[in-house]
């Protein structure tokens, strides 16, 4: 007996967009400098500097674990199953979110409008859209019985393909 939820799809994709990383790294180096400025050389920086242990924390968020999370963790996992196509954000949701396939009504493929551009991770759009974005670029609108969601993929073809599949198994 075949596995229920063998993954007949998998991608992975992590934040390219070189708008968002200059931000993080632009961030990052500014807490650096004020960081080495007052608390290796001692000289305060600013009229009215940040007391040190204030200055350590937001160095230590901002300089050190966000440019980490953007690094290592940040990633939208697609993954089609022969039960629906789960998909998870990481590091922001702790389980797979699911979407069965017999509560999908109809799907698409979608290329994303330039109003979309710049946003990224779990949103809603002005149509009340559920969106997973990542870098923007095209994805897969589904169509469920109570909402929609967009889902960002790099080759949304490829989960059609993979969905098709599915339903041409359940025929059989």
Known sequence: MRDRNSVLHREVQRPRQLLSWALVIGIALFFWYVFIQQIVFGVPVGSKPAPDMILMIFWFVSGVVFPVMMLAFIKLIV?????????????????????????????????????????????????????????????????????????????????????EKFKERERT
């Open 79 to 163: 993954e089609v199953r022969e039960d629906g196509i789960y998909i998870r954000y990481l590091p922001f949701h702790l389980h797979y979110r699911k979407f069965l396939f017999e509560d999908i009504t109809r799907y698409e493929p979608t290329v994303f409008r330039f109003s979309q551009i710049g946003r990224w991770g779990v949103s809603m759009n002005i149509d009340g859209d559920t969106e997973y974005l990542l870098n923007r670029k095209q994805g897969i609108k589904l169509y469920l019985k109570n909402t929609n969601v967009v889902i960002e993929t790099e080759n949304p073809d490829a989960i059609v393909e993979a969905i």
